[in-house]
Structures are given as C-alpha cells and as structure tokens.
C-alpha cells in the first residue's frame, strides 16, 4: 500500500509530542478512562458499531474501573463507543500484575488479546512459571471465551498478536525460559519468541530469535508475501543478530509463514537504537519507525539525547536511507 504524507508524519511524530506544521486541529473529542490511581490503555481495536475496544492494565477499584482482584494491576479492557463514552469494561487476572498489550479481531467476530500474568491468577488455571505468555479470547460483550497461559519456569511475556485470515493466532514476544512451551531458547539473557495458534489456541510451532545477550520484540508485522516481519532490540553481536554496531541496536528480521529466518539486520550507532514498529509500504519496501540516542553509524542528524527515528530498508533487509 501506499503512505499517504499525513499519515506518515503522525506516525514519524506520535512517539513524543505530535508536531503540526500548522495549526492543529480541532478535537472533536476526548475523555479520561479510568479510577483513583494510574491506568494505561496499550492498543486497540475498532469495532463493527464505530466504537473501540481498548486494552491495558489499571491498579484502581473505583469510578470506571470494578471488579480489580487485588491492589496490584489487572488486566482492564474497555469497549467505548464512537465518540468515547465507556459501554463496558472488564478486569481480567488475580492478586499479582497481569497486563494486556495487545488486540486482534477474529474472522468469528470476537476478540483475541495477548500480554502477561505473573504467578497465575484467578483467570489462568495452570501458570508455569514468574510470568507467563497470556492469551485470552472475549466475546463482543467482554465475555470471558477462553484463556490460555504458555511459557516455562522462568519469565514470559507476549507483546503483540495478530489474527490471520484462516483463524490462526500469530504472537511476537520475549522469553527467559529454557523449558515447558518453550523451543530452542538460545541460553542468552532473554530471546525474541515467536508462537503460532490455531483457532482455540492450541500450538502449532514456536521458536526462539537471538544471540548470547538480550534481544528482545515488540512487534509483528504480516507481510505480503505472507510472511512476517518483527520489529526489536538486540545487545547481542551473534546467532540471529550479527553486525550490531555498539550498544542496543535496532533489530528487525524477517522470517517466513513456518518460522524460518529469510533475513535479519540490525541498524543503529554506538547509541540506543529501537525498532518499534513496521509498515510494508509495498512489497519492496519497509518503513520502521523508532527512536535513537545515536548519531554515528547508519544514524545521521540527531538533535540531541533521544529522537524519534525512521529508516528504510528493502524486501531483502538492506538499509537504504534514515532520517531524525
């Protein structure tokens, strides 16, 4: 698909303050969703009616937010409808954090949300271990379907979900584990781990991305060729993320419908360097969007400490231009 200009400026700018090169525009709307302590919504999804659901994590018990299990946070969806008045909400989890990051729609019309509950809770029956990879499906009132937890003995975590045409489950995340649901974990001091779903969650493959340090994910992006392109982090300078250029690069790497790695790079300077998110703007072509603190490298023109950052590269990986 093509990026048309304004879509792309919000996207360069909506990683800090948004920057209009004229005047802003009206709001048509806005509220403030939540209770008495601290609240965050991570993604949404729109809705059939014109509506959104939204999903992340509340600590509070009061005014819009019921039904928390403890003081600590629980998972919190919200369906709000078109011009942002709450219809629903639920709390999802139990007495320690749960959080949710993520939300896809499913060709059945419900919902599939992905994030993390640490040591079980009253909605995970089986938790393998600190933090497990989370994964829930609710129907269109909020309505509990099914919920799964996956990982091993130490910390998982999902960050992104995607649903694909044929009712599977795509999921990006990070894991610490060497065993239980976990394959091929690389013994460094976390791995990328990427899992595909059937339908009822069951699943199909998994694998684990990296080298001897920290590399982690944040994101997954279906590609046109079918594919899948994940957008992250590495300190690592081997195994899955060779040519790092000092300290945190950014690191994207593109793999194939059953796991495979086709290509990865990692792009950055002696700074810290993230690769947030990605667009395929046609199928030669990524757009990713970050932030850098560098200014040497394949980074060129940074205003000072962190900017916003987008660069480009081909359908094979290869850097092709960068700008702060």
Known sequence: ???????????????????????????????????????????????????????????????????????????????????????????????????????????DGNYILAGYSYLGNDDILVPYGQTDGWIIKIDDAGGLLWQKSYGGSNGDIFKSIKCLADGSLIVVGNTWSPDGDVTDYSGGEGDCWIIKLNSIGDILWNYCYGGSLTDEAGDILLTQDGGFLITGYTYSIDGDATGNNGSIDAWIFKIDNLGSIEWHNCVGGTGQDFAIYAIQKDLDTYLIIGTTSSNDGEVIGNHGAKDAWSFELNSMGIFQWQKC
């Open 1 to 107: 698909m093509k990026i048309t200009t304004p879509f792309l400026i919000f996207l360069l700018f909506g990683l800090s303050n948004i920057i209009y090169s004229q005047t802003p525009p009206d709001i048509d709307w806005q509220h403030c969703h939540g209770g008495s302590a601290s609240e965050t919504n991570f993604s949404s999804v729109p809705t059939t009616d014109g509506g959104f659901i939204l999903v992340g994590d509340t600590y509070s018990n009061d005014f819009d937010v019921s039904g928390n299990h403890s003081t600590s946070s629980d998972a919190w969806v919200t369906k709000i409808d078109a011009i942002g008045n709450i219809e629903w909400q639920h709390c999802y989890g139990g007495i320690q954090n749960d959080e949710l990051f993520s939300i896809c729609a499913t060709t």
